[in-house]
């Protein structure tokens, strides 16, 4: 006797990619506090717009491995860093917006720089990859971009310890990080993706 419907194994690799897509809006959301708050006071202060930039890279990276044109079945993994990379495009602009002088160049600079290389990255995987090794390329690209920006906050931990203070680090936002990373593993693993589940 044989079933029409979805495999129970294929039902199980959806919602854990669902998961990591819901867990991961919950972390492209997580600035806009910070954003009405720069739009209210018109001023940029002292906040960066570097983590901005940087997530905006590394959506744009991980939208591309999702993407046919690199790797096939992890369609959620593009929609995910299509919403992702919009986000923080939407907050790059605003800190654009109300930087000052010298940080509005700077920012500016930047933004091309991240497109230019989105664009080579593209150019390059495409010209000069045929599709299993776009796909490994592409895929150790945003591996390690990945890597360095999930990386980044344990910086955070030496000032938690010093402070004693979580105020640097909140709960929610590791939460939010740490469920979608499990999901996301979960998705890769069920799709046999190494670069998914990396």
């Given at each position: 006797?044989?079933?029409?419907?979805?495999?129970?194994?294929?039902?199980?690799?959806?919602?854990?990619?669902?998961?990591?897509?819901l867990f991961a809006f919950v972390l492209f959301a997580s600035p806009i506090p910070t954003f009405k708050r720069i739009v209210r006071n018109k001023s940029t202060e002292q906040f960066s717009g570097l983590p901005y930039v940087y997530s905006l890279l590394n959506c744009l990276i991980c939208m591309w491995y999702g993407l046919p044109f690199v790797s096939y079945g992890v369609i959620l993994v593009a929609t995910v860093n299509s919403i992702g990379a919009v986000c923080q495009l939407v907050y790059v602009t605003l800190f654009i917006i109300y930087a000052d002088t010298t940080r509005r160049l700077k920012m500016s600079g930047l933004l091309i720089a991240v497109l230019c290389v989105f664009s080579l990255i593209i150019y390059v995987s495409l010209e000069l990859f045929d599709h299993q090794s776009r796909q490994t390329f592409v895929g150790y690209l945003s591996v390690a971009s990945l890597i360095s920006m999930f990386a980044s906050p344990l910086f955070i931990i030496n000032l938690v310890i010093r402070t004693r203070s979580v105020e640097f680090m909140p709960?929610?936002?590791?939460?939010?990080?740490?469920?979608m990373s499990v999901s996301f593993f979960a998705y890769g693993l069920l799709l046999h993706d190494f670069f998914v589940y990396a």
């Amino acid at each position: 006797m044989s079933s029409s419907g979805p495999s129970f194994y294929g039902i199980c690799t959806y919602a854990a990619g669902i998961a990591g897509n819901l867990f991961a809006f919950v972390l492209f959301a997580s600035p806009i506090p910070t954003f009405k708050r720069i739009v209210r006071n018109k001023s940029t202060e002292q906040f960066s717009g570097l983590p901005y930039v940087y997530s905006l890279l590394n959506c744009l990276i991980c939208m591309w491995y999702g993407l046919p044109f690199v790797s096939y079945g992890v369609i959620l993994v593009a929609t995910v860093n299509s919403i992702g990379a919009v986000c923080q495009l939407v907050y790059v602009t605003l800190f654009i917006i109300y930087a000052d002088t010298t940080r509005r160049l700077k920012m500016s600079g930047l933004l091309i720089a991240v497109l230019c290389v989105f664009s080579l990255i593209i150019y390059v995987s495409l010209e000069l990859f045929d599709h299993q090794s776009r796909q490994t390329f592409v895929g150790y690209l945003s591996v390690a971009s990945l890597i360095s920006m999930f990386a980044s906050p344990l910086f955070i931990i030496n000032l938690v310890i010093r402070t004693r203070s979580v105020e640097f680090m909140p709960f929610y936002l590791s939460l939010a990080t740490f469920l979608m990373s499990v999901s996301f593993f979960a998705y890769g693993l069920l799709l046999h993706d190494f670069f998914v589940y990396a």
